[in-house]
């Protein structure tokens, strides 16, 4: 690749080059570490404060579910790729029930739609006419996109003292390229029989991206281990108030093999009541924050390491692979 020309989509830096343009190092955790960071490098994941209410995330989630009741094949539309990266997709999308050959699950039945900062401005002109259930609703998911990214640059400032610098690269301003990345993903699983013996919610992975925000869920299952595929699972329920901020293997690229906050291995366990012959739908809303000017070059390999091991008709596709979380 050439050199870095700021502003063009269609070229991006890799990690050794963007460490040279942001001038990205790490320093000792001991010396200068704020107790988030602390928290990330023991645990690989930091309890934070969550500005938006669970009300706040509800109506939205009602917003999303009026849509796909009332207006689906306009919300379909929200659909298309916002970059050349792996994964980089905005809008709605249908999931549905996958098993490998050997008949385990490799995808459950769900439907999802991520917000992108780049997907506002060709919504706002695409649906500008279209229905005002839409309309509301995609004005409500751009106040708590917006909200989330607030969180998450405070995130990465809470960084700065360790990881000199780290703001710019995944904060740039609009003379580097675009301002930022992420992907606000709302997601509904469907409700089903006990009887189905669904697999888990989330199959455990690492993140592809840079940084994610586990904001809001509204059933427990959520899990880490700080050790990776073989470490010890601790679960964290969703909290009034407070949210989850970790790294994913973009964050591990970006800085090198041996960066001090390693991404967390991670997924989500379906936890049926005793008794249950029926579950709900299981919603959840979570922030990825990328590098907007960076391509990490993750591999799929990377992310879910059983992979290497699967035939490909067994493959998570594209967006199980950026991330399953729920």
Known sequence: MGEFQPGDSCQFMNPEEARKFYGLEERPLSLFASEAEEQLAEHGITTIEMPVSPDEFQQLLKGYEICLGECPEVLTDTYHEVDGRFGNEAGQVRKERKLSRAGVQIQDPKNLIHFNEQARQRWGDEFKNGPKILRDFLADGYEIHNALISVAKHQFQELEATHPNISKAYFPDTTTGA???????????????????????????????????????????????????????TYYDTADDAAYFFTGYGHKKLYGRDAQLQPLWHGVDRFIPAGATFVPERHAIILFIDAPNVNYGVKPEDTLPYLALASADESPDADEQKSTVA
């Open 179 to 233: 301002a930022s990345l992420s992907f606000m993903r709302l997601l509904r699983y469907d409700a089903y029989e006990v009887t189905e013996n669904l697999g888990e919610v989330a199959k455990a992975h690492f993140d592809i991206g840079g940084a994610t925000i586990q904001a809001y869920a509204d059933a427990p299952g959520f899990w880490g281990a700080v050790d990776g595929v073989k470490g010890e699972r």
